[in-house]
């Protein structure tokens, strides 16, 4: 069974840093497109960044592009948020995404995980 944890919110000021880590474990050949998503309370869950396989493709929202860094350990199967800057209108819960394929059977399915809380106080 594949899951994906989150992990590195928490509370910060405006202005401040977090770096949220997602780890992807279970019977795994391989994981391709990762992701981050935010939803606010009230609002849609909107994609954050994308990262492809390989790392080198790289796409951000318009409201964090030059805060936020997605990147990706494939040897620990981990994908990274680093946030800086941060805005009190990035306070959401963040999940981690990924298009996994399992072992035996090579199956393709997408995960998210459970979500973690970003608050940014002004």
């Known amino acids: 069974q594949v899951q994906l944890v989150e992990s590195g919110g928490g509370l910060v000021q405006a202005g401040g840093s977090l770096r949220l880590s997602c780890a992807a474990s279970?019977?795994?050949?391989?994981?391709?497109?990762m992701a981050w998503y935010r939803q606010a309370p009230g609002k849609q869950r909107e994609m954050v960044a994308l990262i492809t396989s390989g790392g080198g493709g790289r796409t951000y929202v318009d409201s964090v592009k030059g805060r936020f860094t997605i990147s990706r350990d494939n040897a620990k199967n981990t994908v990274y948020l680093q946030m800086n800057s941060l805005k009190p209108e990035d306070t959401a819960v963040y999940y981690c995404?990924?298009?996994?394929?399992?072992?035996?059977?090579?199956?393709?399915?997408?995960?998210w995980g459970q979500g973690t809380q970003v608050t940014v106080s002004s």
């Open positions: 279970g019977s795994i050949f391989s994981i391709g497109i």
């Open positions: 995404n990924a298009d996994i394929t399992s072992t035996r059977p090579y199956i393709t399915n997408n995960y």
